[in-house]
């Protein structure tokens, strides 16, 4: 869940301040926001601008310091957007950087299609996604806002592109109202705009001349102007526990025995919509109560997969389900020749898929070392051998893919014994005649009854996600 969170943060910081002069003629100009969690320094974000006849060239860089123990977790997001002289996307380049790992973008618009290709260790792709009129890249969409002019009452929806997930979101902001900041002691005139885009809500201070001076978002960070010296000091890294704190979900009293819990109801309170939890085999919604807030109150029952150890009989779903359940991707790179060699050694004796994801499972259990730190990908996971939740889950998926089983990713909510709360974890679900859940983190062919699914295998699962994060509230009983 780490790289998930920070990328999320990116998303919501990029967007970076420049003045109206840019506009005309040619110049250039650099700007610096100093990015916090819960008010500790934990990054910045560093822009510099470059515009003339041409079009406008933006770099930007975003940095956040963390530490996972004794390892270095530190993230760096570099990227570098173009765009024509009407403000329209021509092509952008991405580089992420996480503890060595590394993801390189490249994109360029041909017509109204964006052909992107995405590098990543053991990884090399080519893709194409179609723009609408009013889509525009995340990193600038700030430019479109201030070309058009802002105004108090102003309201409007965009489809914004999110550069390093590669896919489209609906975005809506509306400019609340005029409001007169201090900034090195000077009174700044700025537009107040509330934006929202997949369940994220952030508000932001904009000067009459573009520049942002401020910006704080529902989950506990916030931006500030700063001068470059300022802006780069950090005192002292964000740290993994405190990502977890921030997301832990404690419920009024702690679950006895979780990994041999097989069947519980929930409370989950705040949720933003009746349809936000997806229902499957194992978890079924019983009531839905609408709350003063506009919110949710959902009762759902959640079982752990059952304890027979039989192979499922196949059905005719089988033979319908999306290819994606197979397909390779920049973080499950199971066309590769190390994943593919690991898969075909694991599947040497005859056995039915349901035995294969077993051995599978069991093999990433006990093969990676249990570190809170994030490899990126199946392949660094197989190749570092530690990782987190998702670390665990990648290389599963890769495996499991290069042996023919449908795998589709799951991320929730799971309880820990360790911090008596629920934690935000991802874990597989494997189709051998039918959908089963296991946990190769936990080493559990079943999946027990904490393991409360939010999302599946989609492109909009890392914002739905987002939704839940610092939101919801979790209490349980016994059937």
């Known amino acids: 869940m780490i790289k998930l969170i920070f990328n999320i943060a990116f998303l919501i910081f990029v967007q970076s301040a420049y003045s109206q002069p840019l506009f005309e003629g040619t110049g250039e100009r650099e700007d610096w926001l100093g990015t916090y969690f819960q008010g500790k320094k934990m990054g910045f974000t560093k822009s510099k601008t470059r515009w003339g006849p041409e079009g406008i060239v933006m770099d930007s860089t975003v940095f956040f310091k963390i530490l996972s123990e004794s390892v270095d977790q530190s993230t760096t997001i570099k990227q570098t957007t173009r765009l ?19 993801q390189q973008v490249e994109g360029k618009m041909e017509g109204n299609e964006l052909r992107y290709r995405t590098k990543s260790l053991g990884y090399d792709k080519e893709k194409t996604l179609k723009f609408t009129e009013n889509t525009v890249p995340s990193s600038t969409f700030l430019i479109n806002l201030v070309s058009a002019g802002l105004k108090a009452g102003q309201r409007d929806e965009l489809k914004l592109f999110m550069e390093p997930l590669q896919m489209l979101v609906d975005f809506e902001y509306e400019v609340l109202k005029e409001e007169t900041l201090q900034y090195g ?14 369940g994220m809500e ?37 740290t993994i526990s405190s990502v977890i704190t921030m997301s832990l979900v404690k419920p009024g009293k702690p679950v006895p025995r979780p990994k041999n819990t097989f069947d519980l109801v929930y409370q989950i309170h705040r949720v933003s919509s009746m349809e936000a939890i997806p229902e499957d085999h194992r978890q079924k919604i019983i009531k ?19 304890s027979n150890t039989e192979t499922p009989e196949q059905k005719k779903e089988d033979l319908e389900l999306d290819p994606k359940y197979l397909e390779e991707t920049a973080e499950v790179q199971s066309n590769h020749k190390m994943i593919r060699a690991l ?16 051995d599978i499972n069991l093999w990433v259990h006990l093969n990676l070392k249990k570190e809170m730190v994030d490899t990126v990908t199946a392949l660094d996971a197989l190749i570092e051998r530690r990782g987190e939740c998702q670390s665990h889950t990648f290389l599963f998926t890769a495996l499991a893919r290069a042996s023919g089983i449908p795998t589709r990713i799951v991320n929730g909510l799971v309880y820990s014994k360790d911090y008596e709360g629920f934690l935000y974890h991802a874990w597989p679900e494997v189709f051998v005649g039918e959908w089963r859940a296991m946990d190769p983190t936990f080493g559990q062919d079943r999946a027990d009854a904490t393991h409360i699914k ?18 919801v509230a979790i209490s349980w009983s016994r059937p």
């Open 84 to 102: 024509d002289p009407d403000f329209k996307l021509s092509g952008f380049s991405l580089l992420q950087e996480i503890s060595g790992h590394r």
């Open 343 to 358: 898969a075909k050694e694991l599947s040497a004796d005859k056995k039915s898929q349901w035995q294969l994801a077993k």
């Open 288 to 306: 839905n109560e609408k709350r003063g807030d506009g919110n949710y109150t959902i009762t759902l029952r959640v079982k752990s997969e059952p």
């Open 185 to 198: 002691g000077k009174p700044v005139k700025t537009f107040v705009i509330r934006q929202r885009f997949s």
């Open 202 to 238: 952030s508000t932001m201070w904009v000067a009459h001349d573009g520049t942002v001076y401020r910006e704080s978002t529902n989950m506990g960070f916030e931006s500030f102007r700063e001068e470059p010296g300022v802006a780069q000091k950090i005192e002292e890294a964000m």
């Open 454 to 471: 939010l999302t599946e295998n989609s492109s909009e699962s890392p914002f739905h996600l987002m939704e839940f994060v610092g939101k």
